[in-house]
């Protein structure tokens, strides 16, 4: 067990930079367990968490310490978009400098450039058309938890994702002013946190040049109205609608056009799934191997909010089905209720569109029927026909795990 004194050394030593220690946590309320995660996550997953309180951030469930990485409690999902105060945090790496924005600096090159140039916090908003929309984030590795087998990596359970309105330029706008040659391949990005040894590889990631001009991949410096909050990238990060939050670079400082394969750790060996076992539409061609290929695109999926696990309800009660659906950006086009064990499926209501990259919300209205425990699904299609699967598609990493959703609750 790690000790809450070595947890500040830990920290200390990676938020050196910091200087005031203005980034510690708050220590520690600990969590209900029910509230920290699913009770199918790891040995030792659940007892390891508690609801930890981020300088700026209401309390989340801790997973780890160093790097950060905190999860968002599944009750915050009720609303659509996600408080900034409430939305999860990855990092890969410990070192993560609070970076000014009045001195946030992006350079703009590479080799299939022919104009690099670096940009202000001032310019990007002055200089380039500003767009909003919503969109989710969501970690490759969110519910990795619930794996079966377990794998390695951060034992996620439901809440490595968040839905917010982000604003900011679009990327293409601002490559165009760098005048990009037409053998550009691949866009990478780099953020400003690091290791704390030199070995470790530094966390950047690339994009196919077509992802990376495309209109709705933006420079974002706004979420949901506000700056964005220091854990989730500011004073500027990429979002990249659609594809899986390893690419929605925070702290960004760097912006280069290649027109060469990106190669490093988090490209060519992390964030890979096989090919062939996922219904990808978004390819990463300059990127794939004979076994493999980068995560892209996320995979449809839902999460029921209410009701919740081992809930209660009397015989003929009413029971209200609630949730949230979202996919790659197809749109949502229906979500399914059963209310006995996948035998027979109803359409749900869907709730307001607030774009096709958004959470889309879903409700359904049952009666409980006689005793017994009933298990309640959903199951979320999309308007180019991908559904949630019935079964997991286990991968080494524990990625895209979009099997359909279930709860039990009881009547009696
Ligand atoms: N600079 C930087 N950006 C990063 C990461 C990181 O470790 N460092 N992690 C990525 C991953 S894997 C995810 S899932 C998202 C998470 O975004 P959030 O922390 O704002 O929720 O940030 C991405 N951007
Ligand atoms: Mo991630």
């Known amino acids: 067990m790690r000790t809450r004194r070595q947890f500040l050394k830990d920290l200390a030593g990676g938020a050196a930079v910091l200087g005031s220690g203005a980034l510690l946590p708050s220590l520690a309320r600990a969590g209900d367990p029910s509230t920290v995660g699913p009770a199918s996550l790891p040995a030792g997953t659940l007892e390891a968490s508690f609801l930890e309180t981020l300088p700026g951030k209401r309390p989340l469930i801790k997973r780890t310490y160093r790097p950060p990485n905190f999860e968002t409690p599944l009750e915050v999902f009720e609303q659509l978009f996600t408080p900034n105060d409430a939305f999860f945090v990855r990092y890969h790496l410990p070192r993560i400098p609070e970076v000014s924005a009045a001195r946030w600096k992006l350079e703009i090159g590479g080799d299939a450039v022919e104009k690099p140039f670096a940009l202000d916090l001032p310019a990007l908003q002055r200089d380039f058309e500003q ?157 794939e191997t004979d076994a493999n290929t980068p995560i892209t695109e996320m995979v449809v999926n839902s999460l029921i909010t ?57 409700r359904h209205r049952f009666k409980a029927g006689a005793k017994g425990e009933v298990t309640v699904l959903a199951k979320a299609t999309n308007r180019i026909g991908s559904s949630q699967v019935s079964e997991l598609v286990f991968n080494p990493a524990g990625y895209h795990n979009n099997v359909v959703s279930r709860v039990r609750i009881r009547v009696g």
């Open 131 to 287: 767009v909003e929309l919503a969109a989710v984030c969501q970690c490759s590795g969110n519910r990795r938890g619930l794996s079966d087998p377990h794998v390695a990596g951060v034992e996620w359970g439901i809440g490595a994702m968040g839905n917010a309105r982000w604003k900011g330029a679009r990327l293409k706008d601002v490559l165009a002013k760098a005048a990009p040659k037409k053998e550009a391949l691949e866009v990478a990005f780099n953020g400003a946190d690091h290791g704390s040894l030199e070995a470790t590889p530094d966390f950047q990631k690339s994009l196919p040049v077509w992802k990376a001009m495309e209109e709705n991949t933006l420079l974002v410096w706004q979420m949901n109205g506000e700056p964005l909050p220091h854990w989730n990238g500011a004073p500027v990060r990429l979002v990249v609608p659609g594809w899986t939050g390893t690419y929605w670079m925070k702290h960004l400082v760097s912006v280069q056009v290649l027109s060469q394969p990106f190669k490093n750790f988090w490209m060519s060996t992390a964030y890979r799934i096989p090919k062939g076992k996922f219904p990808i539409v978004d390819r990463f061609l300059s990127q």
């Open 306 to 362: 209410s009701p919740r696990e081992g809930q209660r309800f009397r015989p003929g009660q009413p029971v209200e089905v609630k949730g949230i659906a979202w996919d790659n950006g197809a749109g949502i086009r229906t979500v399914e209720v059963s209310a006995d064990e996948g035998r027979s499926w109803q359409t749900a209501t869907l709730d307001a569109d607030s774009g096709r990259f958004s959470f889309r919300g879903f």
